[in-house]
């Protein structure tokens, strides 16, 4: 497959993968999802790919679904089916990709970006990275992983406190609680996070592998039933009133007013 929104390099036996579509904050389309599914089984099947390490280019790491991208808004559009044919499938790949992965947050994190951040194995973040759920600010439900790792990361309330709120949390925060591994300044971010991978890459990487396993399988319910079970509450979100209004606020550059209905 050729990537059109992916920059993908391979430096000795880390893969590194950057989301690029920066004028956007490197939001998410299904093309992107595809791409992410292609890069993980290339991954998977290749020995000399030995840790992935994925960023954002210019100043976001990815700022979650596209919102701009037109696509078809008849009652008939299943959010269901959109998160079940893209972005489901990337999140679960990344977890299931038996490697370690290296997320190096260089800026916003939001919505299913988040999610995919969360599907990463280890985070370090710059100190300018900003991380929301954003969903609630467009009258969605959590999706792409989103609400199977925030309580488990940070704790049942302030899981709540960020998906009701959709406070912004700053990268010394997310360290703070547990969201992620490390803060780092924004100069340092790409060399802490490549030393982190290239030692990981140089490390047992089979056994690295099987240990994500375990650590996939102590969690209780699967990653793949929560993302089937946030699939179909998006889909009743997605016919919602407030959906259409906080998308529509999101293009028109003004508040939503939302209804309840
Ligand atoms: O609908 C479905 O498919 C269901 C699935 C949903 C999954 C989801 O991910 S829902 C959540 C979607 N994401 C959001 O609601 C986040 C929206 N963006 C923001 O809240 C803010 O942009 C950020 C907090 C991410 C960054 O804020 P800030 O102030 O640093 O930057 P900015 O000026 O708002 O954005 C910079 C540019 O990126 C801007 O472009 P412009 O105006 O300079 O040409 C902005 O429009 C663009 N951008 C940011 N987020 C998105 C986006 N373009 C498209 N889609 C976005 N999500």
């Known amino acids: 497959m050729d990537y059109q929104n992916l ?6 036996t880390v893969v590194e993968v950057t989301l690029n579509r920066p004028e956007k904050y490197n939001a998410l389309t299904h093309q992107v999802a595809q791409e992410m599914i292609d890069l993980c089984s290339r991954a998977a099947a290749d020995p000399s790919m030995r840790c992935v390490l994925l960023t954002g280019a210019g100043k976001g790491f990815c700022a979650g679904q596209d919102l701009t991208e037109v696509r ?23 977890r299931r990709l038996e490697k370690p992965v290296v997320v190096a947050i260089n800026g916003a994190c939001a919505g299913a970006g988040l999610g995919l951040a969360l599907g990463g194995d280890i ?3 710059s100190d300018k990275a900003v991380f929301l759920t954003a969903f609630i ?14 309580p488990r990361l940070v704790g049942p309330a302030r899981a709540a406190e960020m998906l009701f709120t959709n406070e912004r949390v700053s990268a010394a925060r997310a360290a703070e609680i547990g969201l992620i591994n490390r803060v780092v300044s924004n100069a340092e971010l790409m060399a802490e996070a490549r030393a982190l991978a290239r030692q990981l890459a140089e490390g047992p990487t089979l056994g690295i592998g099987l240990t994500k396993r375990a650590l996939n399988h102590s969690l209780g319910i699967t ?26 606020a999101f293009r028109e550059k003004r508040q939503p007013g939302f209804k309840g209905k």
């Not at 920059?7 to 000795?12: A, C, F, G, P, R």
């Not at 600010?137 to 925030?150: A, E, F, N």
């Open 7 to 12: 920059l993908v390099e391979q430096k000795d």
């Open 72 to 94: 078809d808004q008849a009652e008939s559009f299943s959010l269901r089916n959109h998160l079940n044919s893209g972005y489901n499938p990337m999140v679960s790949a990344l």
């Open 123 to 125: 985070r370090y973040a």
């Open 223 to 248: 990653l793949d039933e929560q993302l089937e079970f946030e699939a179909q509450l998006q889909d009743i979100a997605g016919h919602t009133q407030d959906y259409r209004e906080g998308v529509s």
């Open 137 to 150: 600010g467009i009258g969605l439900v959590p999706d792409s992983g989103v609400s199977y790792w925030l």
